[in-house]
């Protein structure tokens, strides 16, 4: 059975750092890219990061130079390190392989608020 589970997300105050990670199983980690998206109250989904399984990135405008994505294959683990946030960051965060799975994990809530 394939499975996401982020987790790491919370209340941050701007220009506050958070990681997040995505424990995966049910699938061979290493061999998938794997993307970060989010998803703001009242927004479709939108991308965040890619990382490439041979560990090549890329970002969405938004976030490129305060966000960083990496993997641990052994752990089967994704995760984003997250700084100088933004109020506008505040999202429900999730990672999926690609191609996408259809069953998407739970997400991790990030709050940036004073």
């Known amino acids: 059975q394939v499975q996401f589970v982020e987790s790491g997300g919370g209340l941050v105050q701007p220009g506050g750092s958070l990681r997040l990670s995505c424990a995966t199983s049910?699938?061979?980690?290493?061999?998938?890219?794997m993307d970060w998206y989010r998803q703001a109250p009242g927004n479709q989904r939108e991308f965040v990061a890619h990382?490439?399984?041979?560990?090549?990135?890329n970002y969405a405008g938004s976030v490129k130079g305060r966000f960083t994505i990496s993997r641990d294959n052994a752990k089967t683990t994704l995760y984003l390190q997250m700084n100088s946030l933004k109020p506008e960051d505040t999202a429900v965060y999730y990672c999926?392989?690609?191609?996408?799975?259809?069953?998407w994990g739970r997400g991790t809530q990030v709050t940036v608020s004073s």
């Open positions: 999926n392989r690609v191609p996408a799975w259809a069953s």
């Open positions: 049910g699938i061979i980690f290493g061999l998938y890219a």
């Open positions: 990382i490439a399984s041979d560990g090549r990135t």
